[in-house]
């Protein structure tokens, strides 16, 4: 029996019984409704992640799941669906050496800009803020980056599809465990004690940020340029078709003298991409203008 048949047989000791048919449905609908890639590799994945969706429900089978889908309040599960199985790996000053060169190259740059044209308006987009720790970390960088200076307009867009890693990200709480990975002069200024094991983010760096659902598949309510944008670990669920679009997208809306970031595994292999790399997984647009 190969591999595949195997897959379809029920496991007696099995809570549920999720054979190919199903798991292909499943795979099916969030690559559908979100882009993500799930092969046969992530089928146990799949299987501990619903089983829990299933128990909420107070369902028996996958079948059933597979019913609400595909009916009338197929629309309204899609949602749940895509914040079961979407995975949400993050933390602080995570890969440290995209924050280097925004602090050594990015923001500098920003600071002669603003002295020759007067220009403080700056606009960056987080594309994948999952619970937060990452467009806030952008926010810590960028406000001691410009302490000092006066009069700047900065505004961070943090935009995730999973609709509870954005409800944990806007109240901006985390785990005491969460301070090693910031630095400590950064504690200082961003952050204050709870007393409860927690610490949050204080309200005047909050007051930067707007957290949004966005579907990076669907349409993008967009009406602005971004100076920079982050799209850290997204790539990696997608297939080749579906990045070479959002390559493309993403240059759309990205300023001609802008900075886009992939994550450390991550790479822009598109024929004619609109973009040039200039550092590890930092790209700039192939037809960059500089004005300094």
Not at 89 to 102: A, G, I, K, L
Not at 265 to 292: A, D, Q
Request: net charge positive; with cysteine.
């Amino acid at each position: 029996m190969n591999a595949l048949a195997k897959n379809t047989v029920a496991d007696p000791e099995r809570e549920f019984k999720m054979g190919n048919g199903e798991f292909q449905a499943i795979a099916k609908a969030i690559y559908k409704h979100a882009g993500i890639v799930i092969d046969s590799s992530k089928r146990e994945l799949v299987y501990s992640r619903m089983s829990r969706r299933l128990r909420a429900l107070s369902l028996s089978d996958f079948s059933s799941y597979l019913s609400i889908l595909e009916g009338a309040q197929g629309k309204s599960e899609i949602k749940h669906l895509i914040n079961t199985l979407t995975t949400n790996h993050t933390r602080f000053f995570r890969e440290p050496h995209h924050f280097q060169y925004m602090q050594e190259t990015i923001i500098p740059y920003w600071k002669k800009r603003a002295e020759k044209t007067g220009n403080k308006r700056l606009r960056i987009w987080c594309a994948a803020s999952s619970t937060g720790e990452e467009p806030y970390t952008l926010a810590m960088v960028i406000a001691n980056g410009l302490k000092g200076s006066v009069q700047w307009d900065w505004k961070i867009l943090a935009t995730d599809i999973d609709t509870s890693v954005l409800a944990a990200a806007k109240k901006g709480i985390y785990e005491n465990k969460a301070l090693e990975e910031i630095p400590k002069d950064y504690r200082r200024s961003y952050i204050n004690k709870l007393g409860d094991g927690q610490f949050e983010i204080k309200p005047e760096l909050k007051r930067h940020l707007t957290f949004n659902r966005l579907n990076l598949h669907g349409a993008w309510p967009i009406k602005t340029s971004f100076d920079m944008i982050f799209c850290r670990n997204v790539f990696i669920y997608f297939d080749l078709p579906s990045k070479q679009l959002l390559v493309d997208r993403f240059s759309e809306v990205l300023s001609e003298e802008g900075w886009f970031f992939l994550g450390h595994s991550e790479s822009i292999l598109v024929e004619n991409s609109p973009f040039k790399l200039v550092g590890r997984t930092i790209y700039e647009p192939s037809n960059v203008v500089r004005r300094l």
